[in-house]
């Protein structure tokens, strides 16, 4: 599986953006999906994962409310869509592939995409 992010982009506060990962082969719904975030200097960070049927999802503290991550099987897809975005949700954002939820969460990751800027202004 290949993941292919894209979506970010500069926003104001308090603004909305949705990021979304393409991923190739046949074997997409066989994988949980999640999004990760890093910001300069800081570590790698857990935002949003959903299930394998999209029937399940779970989010950090610090989006819950905010955003909302889904996927679209029949078109190899998930989704983030970010709303209320602050300042502190500036980073890169990286797409991952598991065998199910928890290992998105917790790892380890079978596929990793590129990632996609999300800068927020304030």
């Known amino acids: 599986v290949q993941l292919q992010a894209s979506g970010g982009g500069l926003v104001q506060a308090g603004g909305s953006l949705r990021l979304s990962c393409a991923a190739s082969g046949r074997t997409f719904s066989s994988y949980a999906l999640g999004w990760f975030r890093q910001a300069p200097g800081k570590e790698r960070e857990f935002v949003a994962a959903v299930s394998r049927s999209g029937s399940s999802t779970s989010y950090a503290d610090s989006v819950k409310g905010r955003f909302t991550i889904s996927r679209d099987n029949a078109k190899n897809t998930v989704y983030l869509q970010m709303s209320s975005l602050e300042p502190e949700d500036s980073a890169v954002y990286y797409c991952?592939?598991?065998?199910?939820?928890?290992?998105?969460?917790?790892?380890?990751?079978?596929?990793w995409g590129q990632g996609t800027l999300v800068t927020v202004s304030s």
């Open positions: 991952a592939a598991a065998l199910n939820l928890w290992r998105v969460v917790a790892g380890p990751h079978d596929y």
